[in-house]
């Protein structure tokens, strides 16, 4: 009798947890799986958006024409975002760390720095591509100043070169607050004691972070990776307001090519498609990452 009343609270209770998910679970497939995969289904097809005409099946059609089409080549603007992902984490992630040892400590002044250090990242992406652009654009406030003073201006959203460095700075400048907040975060979880006992043995600075620090750290150096990577290879709010893609395609990036060029000439399949292969590509990386850093820990855990 008794264990079949324990089953029986079992099961009330198994389902009175299941119907509590059910809201958010819901709103999960509403708003995540049926998009996408209704973007999925659309990257198979030849569709322009208007719901009065039908998407027509055209199966692979759409990828083959991503990689021979030179209308829906993706070559350039994957090999911008492949920049901005690559030299923006590192930056980001490099200034991240190299702040959060400077800020680690509590104190009045390293709270103010926080707090302005993750402004940035409070504003819209777009509103940050604006302000830049008001800063540094041709009639600009920098360039103004330049010429007041009689020197020449710098071209740093009309050159191509210029235009993807000065895009990769303003990109690193408003994300690197939150990788700084999840850095001062992994910090705190790092001994004291065994930080101080290295020092005892005659440990210097350089050598305390390398030896107890760094591998404390590990975890979270996994995170602020893999989040700064999917972070950077989805950018196109900031483009869109700092260099609309400009100059020429010198910084379009795979999201801009998608929503700014794909999608506004109502070419819903091929847009789709360019959209399911960076989910693909995203996975992919974040995965070789997580798998990476897990081989690195282990292979430190041996050695120790």
Request: hydrophobic letters at 50%; aromatic letters at 10%; one cysteine or more.
């Amino acid at each position: 009798m008794a264990r079949t009343t324990t089953t029986r609270r079992g099961l009330v209770s198994g389902l009175a947890n299941g119907l509590m998910t059910l809201p958010a679970a819901a709103v999960y497939t509403g708003l995540t799986v049926v998009p996408v995969g209704y973007a999925v289904y659309y990257s198979f097809t030849q569709y322009n958006g208007i719901p009065s005409q039908a998407p027509t099946w055209v199966g692979w059609d759409n990828y083959v024409r991503i990689v021979t089409d030179p209308i829906g080549d993706l070559r350039p603007a994957a090999w911008v975002t492949l920049v901005i992902a690559v030299v923006g984490a590192f930056l980001v992630n490099g200034a991240a760390l190299g702040l959060a040892l400077l800020l680690r400590r509590t104190t009045p002044f390293n709270t103010f720095a926080r707090a302005v250090m993750f402004y940035p990242h409070v504003l819209s992406a777009l509103i940050v591509g604006f302000l830049w652009q008001a800063i540094l654009g041709p009639q600009g406030a920098v360039n103004n100043l330049l010429e007041n003073a009689g020197r020449s201006s710098w071209p740093f959203l009309s050159d191509p070169d210029w235009a993807l460095v000065t895009l990769v700075g303003v990109i690193v400048w408003a994300q690197f607050g939150v990788q700084l907040v999840l850095y001062l975060a992994g910090l705190q979880a790092v001994s004291p004691e065994l930080q101080e006992a290295a020092r005892l043995d005659g440990a210097n600075g350089p050598q305390v972070f390398r030896h107890v620090t760094w591998p404390a750290l590990a975890p979270t150096v996994t995170v602020t990776i893999v989040t700064s990577i999917l972070s950077l290879l989805k950018v196109y709010d900031v483009v869109l307001g700092l260099t609309n893609g400009g100059p020429g395609d010198a910084t379009q990036t795979w999201a801009y090519e998608i929503l700014a060029v794909s999608f506004a000439n109502n070419k819903v399949g091929l847009a789709c498609a360019q959209a399911v292969l960076l989910v693909v590509v995203a996975g992919i990386l974040s995965f070789t990452i997580i798998a990476l850093r897990r081989r690195a820990e282990e292979g430190a855990e041996a050695v120790g």
